[in-house]
């Protein structure tokens, strides 16, 4: 694929990204996403197979917007108490980040395809457990180098905060409230406190 055809399946995706999370799968329409385009449905079909393909792809591209900037802010620490207090202070900000943005694209695309899509509903949990998965990594590191309590079982505790975290964007969301999610980073950290540090 040359490069006029990256940029041109990039500025599809980018001009489409939004319209996906905000609507969904099924409320996004062919002519919605010509007349974000500019583009004809040949056209946006030459860079991709289908609207499936589309679709997926466009959630992965707002995932990335999501998640990206956390991963650079944790990459600039070491310590693994360090990295989980930027994951909550980055969540702390996270409501204000999705609202413009049409809502949390895991949380949209999940409930969304859930039993109706399973291309996109297998996209959305490869990237929930890559995430889950991460913060397990990051308390482990954390037992294996003493900055944990060894007592710690990584996995349980990972799990459990993804799911306290993602829990707090779905009542956020639903009420428009983004004390669900603040309230909640106060008790993980509180948690951290507690258990983590010896």
């Given at each position: 694929?040359?490069?006029?055809?990256?940029?041109?399946?990039?500025?599809i995706l980018?001009?489409?990204?939004?319209?996906?999370?905000?609507?969904?799968?099924?409320?996004?329409?062919?002519?919605?996403?010509?007349k974000a385009t500019g583009l004809t449905k040949g056209a946006i079909y030459f860079y991709f197979e289908n609207k499936q393909e589309l679709a997926v792809e466009a959630f992965k591209l707002n995932v990335k917007k999501m998640t990206s900037p956390l991963g650079?802010?944790?990459?600039?620490?070491t310590n693994s108490i360090e990295k989980l207090r930027v994951l909550t202070n980055y969540y702390r900000n996270y409501y204000n980040m999705?609202?413009?943005?049409?809502?949390?694209?895991?949380?949209?695309?999940?409930?969304?395809?859930?039993?109706?899509?399973?291309?996109?509903?297998?996209?959305?949990?490869?990237?929930?457990?890559?995430?889950?998965?991460?913060?397990?990594?990051?308390?482990?590191?954390?037992?294996?180098?003493?900055?944990?309590?060894?007592?710690?079982?990584?996995?349980?505790?990972g799990k459990n905060i993804y799911a306290m975290i993602e829990g707090s964007i779905f009542m956020a969301s639903t009420r428009h409230d983004g004390s669900y999610i603040n309230n909640m980073m106060d008790m993980i950290d509180q948690l951290i406190q507690e258990k983590f540090i010896s």
């Amino acid at each position: 694929m040359s490069v006029d055809n990256l940029d041109t399946r990039d500025f599809i995706l980018q001009k489409v990204a939004p319209i996906f999370n905000k609507q969904g799968y099924v409320g996004t329409s062919l002519s919605d996403l010509t007349k974000a385009t500019g583009l004809t449905k040949g056209a946006i079909y030459f860079y991709f197979e289908n609207k499936q393909e589309l679709a997926v792809e466009a959630f992965k591209l707002n995932v990335k917007k999501m998640t990206s900037p956390l991963g650079i802010q944790i990459s600039l620490y070491t310590n693994s108490i360090e990295k989980l207090r930027v994951l909550t202070n980055y969540y702390r900000n996270y409501y204000n980040m999705i609202i413009d943005n049409g809502g949390c694209p895991i949380l949209n695309v999940g409930a969304d395809s859930n039993n109706i899509n399973p291309a996109l509903f297998d996209a959305v949990k490869k990237v929930s457990k890559r995430l889950e998965k991460d913060l397990i990594t990051i308390i482990q590191d954390g037992v294996i180098n003493n900055e944990i309590r060894s007592n710690i079982d990584a996995s349980v505790y990972g799990k459990n905060i993804y799911a306290m975290i993602e829990g707090s964007i779905f009542m956020a969301s639903t009420r428009h409230d983004g004390s669900y999610i603040n309230n909640m980073m106060d008790m993980i950290d509180q948690l951290i406190q507690e258990k983590f540090i010896s």
